[in-house]
Nanobody
């Protein structure tokens, strides 16, 4: 079974930084893309950032210039560097993406909680 495990969340103050990790149980290149998503209470899950197998990235407008998605191929891990965190960034952050020969995402995990509070 393919698993993606999120980690790195925590409680931080506005303006601080956090780096999230998404560790895959298989070669990260076996995904067409891997994305970070977040879900805040009372809101739908939204895309935050995506990185394709070719290295192309895109971001939600709300995080452009503050967040950076990257990967460590040797570790089969996708990262989300979050700088200048705002209160509005508070959410459960999850990672997911379709495998190369698949058209749908796999199951969602528990995610990692990011709380930005003063």
């Amino acid at each position: 079974q393919v698993r993606l495990v999120e980690s790195g969340g925590g409680l931080v103050q506005p303006g601080e930084s956090l780096r999230l990790s998404c560790a895959a149980s298989v070669n990260i290149f076996s995904f067409n893309f891997v994305g970070w998503y977040r879900q805040a209470p009372g809101k739908q899950r939204e895309m935050v950032a995506i990185i394709t197998s070719g290295g192309a990235t895109n971001y939600a407008d709300s995080v452009k210039g503050r967040f950076t998605i990257s990967r460590d191929n040797a570790k089969n891990t996708v990262y989300l560097q979050m700088n200048s965190l705002k209160l509005e960034d508070t959410a459960v952050y999850l990672c997911n993406g379709p495998r190369t020969l698949e058209t749908v995402f796999g199951p969602w995990g528990q995610g990692t909680q990011v709380t930005v509070s003063s």
